[in-house]
């Protein structure tokens, strides 16, 4: 990941250099500003794609017209790219996807997004016009947060960028709060900060002559389609081949992040099926064995023949790592397994700069042991109420308790209580 920073109206180098030093975090290998007119725009690069100096942002175009910061990927890029040298001749510099992106805005103004699959958040300056464009992906998957005060926009990919201007102040979002409350976590479009907002997935905003406006680029079709289960099956299994195929693409090491569950095993063998050698994943266990899942991870990979890593931890490395959560996270989110994600992504930094994840697979094909148990309370909402609460729920407190994680009678009741 990268990360991205900048303003539009008040503000200067120290201020640009404090929001970008920020969110170095995320982007260790080069960092880079830009200064024209009001407008700032800093860049903290993770370097994936044209590790040369020619992938450098914020990038200029060669008229200086348009400047970028972009942090994401584009999938498509090289066929985009071929397309452009055909029809347009655009002399492209170097070999990244951000100057594709460039390129694309210079030939297809802001309908640019129409063109380009893959995930990012990114700010587009046209000295044109004076303009500042920015857009975060159809997903969401790249982080974008802004705020306007006394007319200047503020925009990075964290809050902490944000609150390092000085015309930001650092006010708790009591709404939030009391969403996160709720949700546990702070959805779209609020933030734990007062005055600071997320721009929503597949929306663009514009600033221009000191006003902000924003609008959906893209919306999810729900219309219902007839399609026979054997086609859908080979549909998306192409489908799947093709999105993995094209997350493989990096000038720097790659592995796959294995848990043995339906959604990081999908991933691996897709992946693996695309190598021509054998991919690396990565996963981490438990010394506690009710909290380990390392075997399953184990069989995916020698099924798979991966080059497979795994890390045992102690419930000591948890620990540890709880006092330093806060420093990870710009908001509260009540999701446990951020901390074995951070250790896993430690973990398999050691060895690769990139890895793909399953995040989103278990909620697509039902991975859970939740949609189980939905299935299993349609049959079990049909026994008579009187067998329920006379004979079946009071047999609870036969079974023992335990500290185990997810232990039978810990599940049984999640179970019944939803019912």
Known sequence: MCGIAGFAGSGNQDTLARMVAAVRHRGPDDQGFFLDNQVGLGFARLSIIDLSPTGHQPMTSADGNATII????????????????????YPFRGTSDTEVLLALYQIYGIDFLKKIN?????ALYDKRNGSLFLTRDRMGKKPLYYTVIGGTLIFGSEPKALLQHPACVRKLNLTALNDYLHYEYVPTPYSIFEGISKLEPAHSALWQQGKLTTHPFWS??????????????????????????????ADVPLGIFLSGGLDSS???????????????????????????????????????????????????DSLELIPHIADLLDEPMADPSIIPTYLLSKFTREHVTVALGGDGGDELFAGYPTFQAFKLAHWYRKLPETLRRLLL???LSLIPASERDMS?????????AGT
Request: charged fraction near 30%; proline fraction near 1%; charge should be neutral.
């Open 266 to 316: 999908t991933i691996a063998y897709y992946a693996q099926k695309a190598s021509t050698q054998k991919i690396k994943t990565y996963s981490i266990g438990f010394k506690e064995s009710s909290f380990d899942e390392s075997a399953f991870a184990r069989m995916v990979a020698e099924h798979l023949g991966t080059d497979h890593h795994e890390q045992i931890l102690s419930a000591k």
């Open 393 to 395: 729920e009071p047999a």
């Open 220 to 249: 999810m079709d729900f219309t219902e389609k007839r399609i026979a289960e054997a086609d859908a099956l080979k549909k998306l299994d192409a489908e799947l081949q093709r999105s993995v195929a094209q997350r493989l693409v």
């Open 118 to 122: 893959g995930m990012f958040a990114l």
């Open 408 to 416: 039978l009678g810990f599940l049984v009741r999640r179970f019944i």
């Open 70 to 89: 972009f942090n994401g990927e584009i999938y498509n890029y090289r066929e985009l790219k071929s397309e452009l040298l055909q029809k347009n001749s």
